[in-house]
C-alpha cells in the first residue's frame, strides 16, 4: 500500500490525484491533505477520503466560519511542511501553485521521500536546493508535469549519457495566432479558455503567455541535468505528443496520449512500475490527426524568451522571473495590467536584478519577495488607482 499526501489537494491535480487513487484502492492510501484557503473544499474531501491528517495553511481562511466541521485540522505553514515530512507518508504529491510550495519541496526530499512534483515553482525558484535536498536526504524526485513526465518515460533502459537533446512540446496556448496588436487587448476570461488542458488559473495564464514552456525549460535543466543548449522547446497545438528525446545516434523517442494529467500523476505515483487503468486507454491515432508543430515566435511570447534567459543566468534570477510572473498573473488576473504589460514588468524586474548564487532558502526568498515588490509598484506607478 502506497500512501499519499497531496499538498494542494483542492485544486486541479489535487482533484485528479485523487480520482486515479480512488480507481486503485488496493494500491492507495490518503493519509494526508492540504489546502491553501479553501476552507469548503478541504472539508468537502476530508469528509470523503477520510484522511488521518488535514491541513489548512491559511489559518486566517477560517475566521468567522465556526460552522466548518474542522475538529482535528492542523493549521499553518508549517503544519503543510510537517506533512510533507511526516514518517507515515510514502509518496508526497506537490500542487501548491507558485515559490510557496519550496519549504515543502525541500522537507519530502530530505526526509527521503518520493516527491511527486507538480509544484514546478519550487524547482524553478530554488533548484540547486532542491537537488541538494534529494542527495543530502535520498528523497526522489518524479515529475508530474505531462512533459517532464513524458522525457523520464522515454528514458527508461537508456543510458543517459546517450540523450543528445530533449524537446518539450507547447500547446501555444488559445492565443497563438494572435498578433502583438491583438495580444494587447486579451481579456483574462479569453486567456482562461485553454485548447487543449483543462487546469488551474495560474498555469493556464503561464500557457496562454508562454511563461509556462519557460519555466519547463528550467525544470527540465535541473530534473535531467541538461545545459540550456540541449533543451528546446516547439509548438505542437493538439497536445498529443507530449515531448521528445533524441539521443545522440540520431533516434528520436515520444511519448504520446490524449491531454490527461491523471497519466503523469500515475506514474509518479508507481513509477518505475506501470498500474494497468483502462480509463486512461483511450489512444486512437486517426483522432490524434495531424500532429502539427510550429516555431516558437520570441517577439510575440516575452515572456518565454525571458525566462529561458533568466534559466541561463542562474543564481537567483529564475527565482525572480518566476516571482515576477507570479505576480504579473496575479494582476492581469485582477485586471490591474493587460496582458502584453506581464511580459514588460517581468523584463524590468529582471533588468533591476543583480544576480547572486543560490546557497539557502533565504537566498531565493529575499530574491522573490523582491521581484514581488519591484512588480507592485511598476503596476502601481503606471496604474495609479488600480490597487486594491
Ligand atoms: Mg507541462
Redesign the pocket.
Known amino acids: 500500500m502506497i500512501r499519499v499526501a497531496i499538498l494542494g489537494a483542492t485544486g486541479s491535480i489535487g482533484r485528479s490525484t485523487l480520482r486515479v487513487i480512488g480507481r486503485h484502492p488496493d494500491r492507495f492510501r490518503v493519509v494526508g491533505l492540504a489546502a491553501g484557503r479553501s476552507v469548503d473544499d478541504l472539508a468537502a474531501l476530508v469528509a470523503e477520503y477520510t484522511p488521518d491528517i488535514a491541513v489548512l495553511a491559511d489559518a486566517d481562511a477560517l475566521v468567522g466560519r465556526s460552522d466548518v466541521p474542522r475538529a482535528g485540522w492542523e493549521l499553518g505553514d508549517d503544519a503543510v511542511v510537517a506533512l510533507a515530512e511526516h514518517p507515515d507518508v510514502d509518496v508526497v504529491v506537490n500542487a501548491v501553485v507558485g515559490a510557496a510550495g519550496l519549504a515543502s519541496t525541500i522537507a519530502a526530499l530530505r526526509s527521503g521521500k518520493r516527491l511527486a512534483l507538480a509544484n ?1 515553482e519550487s524547482l524553478v525558484a530554488g533548484g540547486p536546493l532542491v537537488t541538494a535536498a534529494a542527495d543530502e536526504g535520498g528523497g526522489e524526485l518524479i515529475p508530474i ?4 513526465s513524458a522525457i523520464l518515460q522515454c528514458l527508461q533502459g537508456c543510458d543517459r549519457g546517450t540523450v543528445g537533446r530533449i524537446v ?1 512540446t ?1 500547446s501555444g496556448g488559445p492565443f497563438r495566432a494572435l498578433s502583438r496588436d491583438e495580444l494587447a487587448t486579451v481579456t483574462p476570461a479569453q486567456a482562461l479558455k485553454h485548447p487543449t ?1 483543462e487546469m488551474g488559473a495560474k ?1 493556464t495564464i503561464d ?1 496562454a503567455t508562454l511563461a ?2 519557460a519555466l ?1 525549460m528550467i525544470e527540465a535543466h535541473f530534473l535531467y541535468g541538461l545545459s540550456y543548449d540541449r533543451i528546446d522547446a516547439v509548438i505542437h497545438p493538439q497536445s498529443i505528443v ?1 515531448s521528445f528525446v533524441e539521443f545522440v545516434d540520431g533516434s528520436v523517442l515520444a511519448q504520446m496520449g490524449f491531454p490527461t494529467m491523471e497519466l503523469p500523476i500515475l506514474y509518479a505515483l508507481t513509477y518505475p512500475e506501470r498500474l494497468a487503468d483502462t480509463e486512461l486507454c483511450t489512444f486512437d491515432p486517426v483522432k490524434a490527426s495531424p500532429l502539427t508543430f510550429d516555431e516558437i515566435d520570441l517577439a510575440r511570447f516575452r515572456l518565454f524568451a525571458l525566462g529561458v534567459e533568466a534559466g541561463r543566468a542562474g543564481g537567483t534570477m529564475p527565482a525572480v522571473y518566476n516571482a515576477a510572473n507570479e505576480t504579473a498573473v496575479s494582476f492581469f488576473l485582477e485586471g490591474r495590467i493587460g496582458f502584453l504589460e506581464m511580459g514588460e514588468v517581468v523584463e524590468t524586474a529582471m533588468s533591476r536584478h543583480s544576480v547572486s548564487p543560490i546557497e539557502q532558502v533565504a537566498d531565493v526568498m529575499e530574491a522573490d519577495r523582491e521581484a514581488r515588490d519591484m512588480v507592485r509598484e511598476m503596476t502601481a506607478a503606471q496604474h495609479p488607482g488600480s490597487a486594491t
Not at 508535469?145 to 517532464?148: G, V
Open positions: 514546478k508535469d505531462s512533459e517532464h518539450l507547447a488542458w498555469i500557457s509556462n514552456k519547463e507530449h
